[in-house]
């Protein structure tokens, strides 16, 4: 099932048929371990409503409350050999190869909630960049209780010019205005999500495709549970958070974004994140 927050109501689509949920309040669901059972209490003939999914795409709002964000890197293959690439006139690229292999993995904080966009929102480019890319990454939902409860798409947008220039940049690269979006809705599940889950991006310019390119979930080298375990290690989330698990695609070099590019990430099951860059 699929958890949407829109300016009026907390909306559950459930088997085709939309719900509303009378007097919940969103922030307080997202924390909690039975939201599945928690949800599907709502999904009675006395809440369904009519609702057309392209409406209510019209007036979702990021599914945050107030949880932190944070990120893991160099998750994929792919991303460690952009990453690799993008830093080698640094002398910072032997940093990606021996985070991907290590047991401990690159976690890093991405944003507040409060500057998380959503569907349908701009994100931004920072105008120190001359080489930036959307991130289209698998976005877990985590209780305070560290148990994984919903998933969204996420876009990690970042500077590769900035990062590439010196490790040390990767807050400036990754933590901006404009730099996370989340949505359009939590999806809700009673078992993990597929391993065979596609997620797909495609990047308009002038309504021309200009990037395209899909992985799957099975290309993460570690397990979600290990991310999870490592972020919770040693510090406590009392409304939960959320964790980006990093990109598995990664546009060629000469690539980089410019405003008014629309970027649609899709994630089996989840749906599909469009966002038009500033
Ligand atoms: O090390 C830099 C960040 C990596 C990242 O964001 C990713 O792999 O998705
Ligand atoms: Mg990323």
Known sequence: MKLYKTKTAVVVEFEDEFYECPKAVFGALIQRDDLFKTLLSYCVPEHRIDNDLEVLLKQVLPPIDQQEVWAAGVTYYRSKTARMEESKDSGGSSFYDRVYEAARPELFFKSTAARVVGHQALVRIRKDSQWSVPEPELTLL???????????????MSARDIEGENPLY??????????AALGPCVLVLEQPISKTTQIAMIIYRNETTVF?????????????????????????????????????????????LQSQDRIEITIDGIGTLINTVA
């Open 170 to 179: 990767l807050p400036q690269a990754k933590s901006y205005t404009g730099a």
């Open 142 to 156: 985590i209780s305070p209780n560290k148990k994984i409860i919903g998933y969204t798409v996420g876009n990690d």
């Open 212 to 256: 395209e390119g899909t992985t799957k979930v099975e290309n993460i080298k570690r397990s979600l549970e290990s991310l999870v375990a490592y972020l919770f290690a040693e510090m406590e989330f009392p409304q939960g958070c959320f964790l980006m698990t990093g990109t598995g695609i990664v546009p060629d070099d000469t690539f980089t």
